[in-house]
């Protein structure tokens, strides 16, 4: 198959080119990704400014890389209408270094990326591996993460082709042989803690940074469950935010 690789990590993240080096064995590849890390970006475009795109070589990567000064929403864009110029059957973002669950997806660029694609009605997958940002961050995992890459794609590519939904990917930061299996899920409750103060200036100005995660729903089978228990989780995902639960229960408030 003919993939599009991007991310929101850059066009050097280490993840970015192990999950290159494993697709390239069995798939044609090409990579359109951010020049910087543009993590949290969510969907955000660029519309104001013109957008710069360079050829790059990657080591040990035997196919076309283009850095982009833009959003991975921008990389996808820019790889699907200005840089391929035959068909892609699916877009791959990632691997994210750190996990994507729960209410994370909302602003993650990597998941956001894949959603990118799915509107242009192509299939996608959103792969993230979870890391520890206290220790070392480890190879291997990423190494795992890119073999569960390739076999999502093997299990579900005639399915994925025929719909333009999203499957987002997490993978434990785990041996791959600890590893429990997949589990097909839906998202969990993660979400970022408040601020807190860091400092304050003498102008009044304040200094305030993100406090981290907390987990309000790490029970049941969510993806926040079943990461936390040593499995792979897939949740697809779709663009159209439409609540059809309560769509005719609201228009009876506007319906005389």
């Not at 990632?94 to 242009?120: C, F, H, Q, W």
């Amino acid at each position: 198959m003919r993939l599009l690789l991007t991310n929101d990590d850059g066009i050097d993240s280490i993840a970015l080119h192990i999950l290159a080096k494993e697709l390239q064995k069995e798939h044609e590849i090409i990579i359109v990704a951010p020049s910087t890390q543009r993590s949290a970006a969510s969907h955000s475009i660029t519309i104001h400014n013109p957008l710069s795109v360079k050829e790059v070589t990657l080591s040990g990567i035997n196919s076309k890389a283009y850095s982009v000064d833009g959003t991975p929403a921008d990389c996808v864009r820019v790889g699907l209408e200005k840089i391929i110029t035959k068909p892609v059957d699916m877009v791959i973002s990632g691997t994210n270094i750190g996990a994507n669950l729960g209410r994370d997806i909302l602003y993650s660029g990597t998941v956001s990326a894949a959603v990118e694609a799915a509107i242009s009605k192509i299939p996608s997958i959103a792969m993230s591996c979870e890391v520890n940002f206290l220790s070392k961050i480890k190879e291997e995992h990423f190494i795992t993460a890119a073999k569960y890459a390739s076999k999502v794609i093997e299990i579900s590519k005639n399915n994925l082709i025929a719909n333009d939904i999203v499957l987002n990917v997490n993978v434990p930061a785990i041996k791959e042989e600890e590893i429990k299996g997949i589990k097909v899920c839906p998202m969990g409750g993660n979400l970022y803690e408040f601020f807190y103060e860091e400092k304050s200036n003498e102008d009044g100005t304040m200094k305030l940074a993100l406090s981290g995660r907390h987990n309000d729903n790490i029970q049941g089978s969510t993806d926040v469950y079943y990461l936390k228990n040593r499995y792979v989780t897939i949740t697809p995902l779709h663009y159209d935010f439409t609540n059809f639960k309560i769509l005719n229960e609201v228009n009876g408030w506007f319906t005389p």
